[in-house]
C-alpha cells in the first residue's frame, strides 16, 4: 500500500538467533509504526517513531526487541535470542502523520523453529 | 479498558444486505478515524477516513462519527462475499498516536 516495502518477506530462523527486519517507507512518511499479529489476532503495537522525537516504545513486549530508524526513513527492528513466541507476522506501517493515514507494508512472515 | 472497542464477531451477513460495524473509544481529544479492511494473510487496507461528525459516503461504504457518544460506525450496502474479511477501527488519539482495534471479521454469506 502506498509503496511501504519490508523485507524479508519471510524469515524462519532457529531459536536463539538474532533476526533484523527491514521497513522502507515512502519519502516524507514522518510517521512509523511496528505492530506483531500472531495467527488470528489482531494488531499489536511495538514501536512507534513520529519525525526526530523519541520514540514511543511502550509496546516492545521485552529488552530482546529493539527498534531504530535511521534518518528519518529506513526502520529495523531487531530481535535478539529469538524464541518460539515471536513466531509471527511483523508489519510496518508508515504515514505523513497529523491525523494523516497510515499505509501498511506487505509484513514480514518470521517463523522461529 | 482499551482505548478502541469493537465486537469480535463473527458477523454473519447474507449477501445483499447491510453490515453494520461499530466501534467505541476513549480518548474524547481523538480527531482523526479510520477504517481498515484485512482479508486473511494480507496486510490492512484502508477503506475510509472520517474527521467530521456526521456521515461519509464512498461507493459502498458509509462511515458514521459521533464525537459526543464517542463512536463510529462503518456500513457496508449490498454485502457481497469479497467484502468477508476483518475490518479494523482506527483513530490517531489526543497525543498524535494511532491505536487500532481488535477488529471485527464478517462474514457475508451467498
Known amino acids: 500500500g502506498a509503496g511501504v516495502s519490508q523485507s524479508p518477506s519471510n524469515k524462519v530462523t532457529e531459536k536463539g538467533k538474532d533476526v533484523e527486519l527491514r521497513c522502507d517507507p515512502i519519502?516524507?512518511?514522518?510517521?512509523l509504526y511496528w505492530y506483531r499479529q500472531s495467527l488470528g489476532q489482531g494488531l499489536e503495537f511495538l514501536i512507534y517513531?513520529?519525525?526526530?522525537?523519541?520514540?514511543?516504545k511502550s509496546g516492545l513486549p521485552s529488552d530482546r526487541f529493539s527498534a531504530e530508524r535511521t534518518g528519518g526513513s529506513v526502520s529495523t527492528l531487531t530481535i535478539q535470542r529469538t524464541q518460539q513466541e515471536d513466531s509471527a507476522v511483523y508489519l510496518c506501517?508508515?504515514?505523513?502523520?497529523?491525523?494523516?493515514?497510515?499505509?501498511f507494508g506487505p509484513g514480514t512472515r518470521l517463523l522461529v523453529l | 479498558q482499551k482505548e478502541v472497542e469493537q465486537n469480535s464477531g463473527p458477523l454473519s451477513v447474507p449477501e445483499g444486505a447491510i453490515a453494520s460495524l461499530n466501534c467505541t473509544y476513549s480518548?474524547?481529544?481523538?480527531?482523526?478515524f479510520f477504517w481498515y479492511r484485512q482479508y486473511s494473510g494480507k496486510s490492512p487496507e484502508l477503506i475510509m477516513s472520517i474527521y467530521s461528525n456526521g456521515d461519509k459516503e464512498d461507493g459502498r461504504f458509509t462511515a458514521q462519527l459521533n464525537k459526543a457518544s464517542q463512536y463510529v460506525s462503518l456500513l457496508i450496502r449490498d454485502s457481497q462475499p469479497s467484502d468477508s474479511a476483518t475490518y479494523l477501527c482506527?483513530?490517531?488519539?489526543?497525543?498524535?498516536?494511532?491505536?487500532f482495534g481488535a477488529g471485527t471479521q464478517v462474514v457475508v454469506t451467498p
Open positions: 519519502s516524507g512518511h514522518t510517521a
Open positions: 506501517a508508515a504515514g505523513q502523520g497529523a491525523g494523516e493515514t497510515q499505509y
Open positions: 480518548d474524547r481529544g481523538s480527531q482523526s
Open positions: 482506527a483513530l490517531e488519539d489526543s497525543w498524535g498516536k494511532f491505536q
Open positions: 517513531f513520529q519525525g526526530n522525537s523519541a520514540p514511543d
